[in-house]
């Protein structure tokens, strides 16, 4: 399962890193919108709202499939 960004007008890779860095770092969309524009980026604060709405559950889904599963059972040294 991979995110699709089909009909975009940014490339995929801009697209997962503005998501990745508004979920990650306590960022407002326009502010995230200000970082961007700093590295040539230019994209309105709405549109940052979309992706970070349509993308997030998908990279979300797309990390917990990937997750290594825990051993039932775990033993634990006693710590004095």
Not at 22 to 41: H, K, N, T
Not at 43 to 66: E, F
Request: net charge positive.
């Amino acid at each position: 399962m991979t995110v699709a960004c089909k009909g975009t007008h940014f490339p995929k890779s801009i697209i997962l890193h503005a998501v990745f860095f508004y979920v990650r770092y306590p960022v407002s969309y326009r502010d995230l919108q200000e970082i961007l524009a700093e590295r040539g980026i230019a994209v309105d604060h709405a549109t940052l709202n979309r992706w970070v709405v349509r993308y997030s559950p998908l990279i979300a889904a797309q990390a917990q499939s990937r997750k290594r599963p825990t051993a039932r059972s775990w033993r634990v040294d006693e710590t004095y």
